[in-house]
């Protein structure tokens, strides 16, 4: 961060709760001059320097599957600002602790010189004993292992909620056919289907499906699918927890469809880089709300139009509208604190990727741990939702329990 003054100071403490509710320690060590200090709360051992700094949130955090930290208030002067925090927290096991904090920084530079933290911790540690002992909350069973990143903010509280909004019982199916699209794009091979029987059961047919790209068509993006450099992967984990067998006890909850296309006027064969705020402004002329937890679908109209085209006449270049993969929009996202997004273009961002700046991949994946589906199917949803003018549906998606996977079919229906 360059500058100063009040304005410069808030956007620093911004960036430093963006990266702690995003998991991106690096990210928060990076705010800090090199030979800061952090001060924990109750006379806590002082932190110093960036390493030992991203070590010692990363270790702090560990426990909860999911963690939000919200700047009540902000207070400048001068070099110091003074920040009321809400934190709220739920363990492995499903159980939620809340608590209120208050940070106290010093500032130089434009950095973080200096932070002491401030709460009550005899009464912080009791709240931990007891949502330990109590066991996995309702439904959850083996939270921790199953629930890591976005996908946990799918609790059952709001999978209850979800269920009320299915009024019809319509199903809407949001993946292609295995296969397709076909030919495959950037790259892959074809998938092979083969139906055979045997001598010992020649009436009886079985399948065999050869060269199978679980990124080939509508697919989640496992958490090991973009790793950081050095190559760990969201909340410093290793490739190997981070497979999309963590989630194949399903992806439910409330989707939200908001229909970019229509909205923004887009040209699916032109690549457009959409911001969150767009976004919001599609949803609220659709007068939809969105929420934290919500499964969020946002339809471009690149599949629809990509199908439809003969292959001779599909463009070599592939140029699609989606997200911008800029700070902004993974600020955004880590703020809307939504269960997943997914979209029906090829990257659920813009595509072709920018030369310089990198991908908002890089931020989804490691840093916040968002489950990010592409290649979804949103057309006839699109339609149902116009029909009757409401936008939300039941979700419900099972990724493949593939052990280690690096993406997984969606499998993935809506039902209004």
Do not use: K
Not at 271 to 299: F, K, M, N, T
Not at 398 to 414: E, T
Request: glycine content about 12%.
């Amino acid at each position: 961060m360059s500058g100063t003054g009040p304005e410069a100071a808030r956007e620093l403490i911004a960036r430093y709760f963006a990266c702690i509710n995003g998991e991106d320690f690096d990210g928060v060590a990076a705010l800090f001059t090199e030979d800061a200090v952090v001060l924990p709360a109750a006379g806590g051992r002082p932190r110093r320097g960036r390493e030992e700094i991203a070590r010692y949130y990363r270790d702090i955090l560990a426990p909860f599957a999911v963690h939000h930290d919200e700047a009540v208030r902000v207070v400048v002067s001068g070099s110091d600002v003074t920040v009321e925090i809400a934190y709220e927290g739920t363990l492995g096991n499903g159980r939620t602790i809340a608590f209120d904090a208050v940070n106290l920084y010093r500032l130089e530079g434009g950095a973080i010189a200096r932070l002491s933290q401030w709460y009550d911790t005899h009464a912080v540690r009791r709240l931990l004993l007891q949502a330990r002992a109590a066991g996995p909350a309702l439904g959850e069973g083996d939270a921790g292992a199953s629930r890591l990143g976005s996908v946990a903010r799918a609790t059952p509280e709001r999978l209850r909620a979800a269920l009320g909004l299915v009024r019809r019982g319509t199903v809407f199916r949001l993946d292609v056919p295995l296969g397709q699209p076909d030919p495959p794009l950037f790259g892959r091979e074809r998938m092979r289907h083969e139906r055979f029987s045997t001598d010992e059961f020649p009436l009886a047919w079985d399948d065999r499906i050869d060269n199978l790209n679980t990124q080939g068509g509508s697919h989640w993006d496992a958490l090991r699918h973009v790793l950081r450099p050095g190559g760990a992967g969201y909340a410093g984990r290793s490739p190997e927890d981070l497979g999309i067998d963590l989630w194949s006890r399903g992806i439910l909850g409330r989707a939200v469809l908001v229909d970019l296309g229509e909205g923004l006027g887009l040209r699916w064969d032109e690549r457009r880089e959409i911001s969150g705020g767009e976004v919001e402004a599609c949803a609220r002329r659709q007068g939809v709300e969105l929420r934290e937890g919500d499964v969020l679908l946002l339809r471009t109209g690149w599949l629809g139009a990509w199908l439809a085209l003969p292959a001779a006449r599909r463009p070599g270049t592939i140029r699609a509208p989606g997200l911008a993969p800029d700070d902004a929009t993974a600020r955004w996202l880590a703020e809307m604190r939504f269960a997943a997004v997914a979209a029906d273009n090829p990257g659920l961002e813009a595509v072709p990727t920018p030369a310089e700046g990198g991908m908002l991949h890089d931020r989804m994946l490691p840093d916040q741990g968002l489950a990010v589906g592409e290649f979804f199917w949103l057309d006839d949803l699109r339609d149902g939702c116009r029909a009757d003018g409401v936008w939300e549906g039941l979700f419900a998606s099972v990724p493949l329990n593939l052990p280690g996977g690096c993406a997984s079919p969606a499998n993935a229906v809506v039902v209004t």
